[in-house]
Every structure is written in structure tokens, then in C-alpha cells.
């Protein structure tokens, strides 16, 4: 198996940090090339990304999200931004204007490249024996994360990126079984035995209690739904 191929099929997120430890500057710029070599709609490279050194924001940020501690244990912290408003400054620039808030389209197209950057970024972090965490939870405050980071309209922060020296050992967690998720030329239907049968080994290797449930918790939860609704408005993507 080639370094690569194991370095992926090894991935866990890493949640606990040497806070002693810190990121060499060369390290950082390599992470961000990788970010920045990612796949990306018609080479748009709808995104930005904010390296957050400041300690002070960074406090601030678990002030508000007490179970992402490690935002600010880590040695560096990525906030990656949906980012349209370089486009509109093309159109801005040929003095014509544009609705972006009039296709959500737009909202796949960033959130896709986004995704694809911290995709790289997750396996360059892995690559250098670093570990790192996605966090989502920063839209949950979404409103002050705009003002923090002085997030201009056409932009939206989509989740961060923790990343340090480890010093936890997070068990690899299993993935649903391929007959619940690969098909071959057309999607096929699978009884939910499948399911069940992923509830137990995540909740036998106390992974999870029940990840179904977690699964439903999340899609009941309304909260979030309203406060991304009403941050999108503000950011006049929608
Ligand atoms: C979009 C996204 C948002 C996430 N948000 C958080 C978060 O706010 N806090 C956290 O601890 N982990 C977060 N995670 C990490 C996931 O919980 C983790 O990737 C998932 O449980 C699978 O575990 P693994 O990465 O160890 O394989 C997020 C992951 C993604 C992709």
C-alpha cells in the first residue's frame, strides 16, 4: 500500500492538542498549497481561506462553542469561507452587477470547493504526522464569525480546521458497509438491516449510542436550520 493510500485509509479526526507545540511556518504554507491544488469548479476557486493565529479570537470563538476547545489548543486554525464576492468583484470590475442571491447553485458550487480544499488540507496535515479536525460548529454562531473576521456579503464560513500535534490515539471509526452506500451503475435499495447492523458496531466499539439516532437528533433540530437560513439572507447568498 502506498503512503498516500494508507495515510487516508487511516484517517481519524484528533481532537486533543500539544499546546506547546507549534506549526513550522513551512509547514503551514504547505498545508495551504495543498488547499489551494484542489479540484475546483471551472477552476472558480470559490473559496478563501483565514489562518487564525490570534489567540484572543480564537478563545473567543470556543467562548462560544465550549465543545470545540480544541479551536484554541491547536497550533493553527483554519476557517474556510465560501467565497462569491471575487466573482461579484468581476462583474463589479465591468461595471455590470449580478443577483447571486437568485440561484442556489451558487451555494453547491462553494460548498463543494470548499470541501474539496479541506479535503487537502485534512490529508497534507495527515501527511506530516500532524492530525487535525473538521469544525462545523462555527455555524452555530455564525453572525459572530462574520463580525470577527470582518466577513464581507458573499461570503459565508462554512466550517474550520483544527490542526496541531496530537497527543490523544482516536480509534479509526468504521464506515457504513458498501452494500449501503457503493452501488455499481444504478442505486440500489438495501433493506435496513444494514443500518442496524452499523448502530451495533459503532455503539460495541462505544463509538456512538446509537448513530441512527444521532442521525434523526440532527434533522429534528431545527436551530441551525433558521440560523443558516438568516445568515445566508445577511450574507446575500439566498
Ligand atoms: C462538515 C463537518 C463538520 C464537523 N464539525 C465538527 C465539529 O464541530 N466538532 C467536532 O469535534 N468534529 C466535527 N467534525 C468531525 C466529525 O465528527 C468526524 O469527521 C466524524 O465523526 C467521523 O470521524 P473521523 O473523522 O474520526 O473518521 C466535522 C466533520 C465535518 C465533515
Known amino acids: 500500500m502506498n503512503k498516500m493510500i494508507e495515510i487516508m485509509k487511516d484517517h481519524s479526526s484528533h481532537r486533543k492538542f500539544d499546546v506547546n507545540y507549534e506549526l513550522p511556518e513551512q509547514d503551514l504554507q504547505l498545508i495551504i498549497e495543498c488547499a489551494k491544488q484542489a479540484s475546483t469548479y471551472i477552476n472558480g476557486q470559490f473559496y478563501s481561506i483565514i489562518i487564525v493565529k490570534d489567540k484572543e479570537k480564537r478563545a473567543q470563538m470556543v467562548n462560544s462553542n465550549p465543545l470545540n476547545s480544541h479551536i484554541l489548543n491547536s497550533s493553527v486554525f483554519l476557517l474556510f469561507i465560501m467565497d462569491l464576492n471575487r466573482s461579484n468583484k468581476i462583474f463589479q470590475h465591468h461595471h455590470t452587477s449580478h443577483d447571486f442571491s437568485d440561484n442556489i447553485d451558487h451555494l453547491f458550487l462553494g460548498s463543494v470547493d470548499t470541501a474539496l480544499s479541506c479535503a487537502n488540507a485534512i490529508n497534507a496535515v495527515e501527511s506530516l504526522g500532524l492530525g487535525c479536525v473538521v469544525v462545523g460548529g462555527v455555524r452555530y454562531h455564525v453572525d459572530e464569525i462574520i ?92
Open 147 to 238: 463580525d470577527l473576521f470582518k466577513l464581507p456579503t458573499l461570503t459565508y464560513p462554512l466550517f474550520g480546521l483544527s490542526i496541531g500535534k496530537p497527543i490523544d490515539t482516536p480509534v479509526i471509526k468504521p464506515r457504513l458497509s458498501n452494500d449501503t452506500m457503493i452501488f455499481t451503475d444504478e442505486y440500489k435499495d438495501y433493506s435496513y438491516d444494514l443500518i442496524s447492523d452499523y448502530d451495533l458496531i459503532l455503539s460495541k466499539n462505544q463509538l456512538s449510542e446509537s448513530w441512527s439516532d444521532s442521525i434523526k437528533n440532527y434533522f429534528n433540530n431545527d436551530s441551525l436550520k433558521e440560523i443558516t437560513r438568516k445568515g445566508l439572507d445577511k450574507q446575500k447568498l439566498l
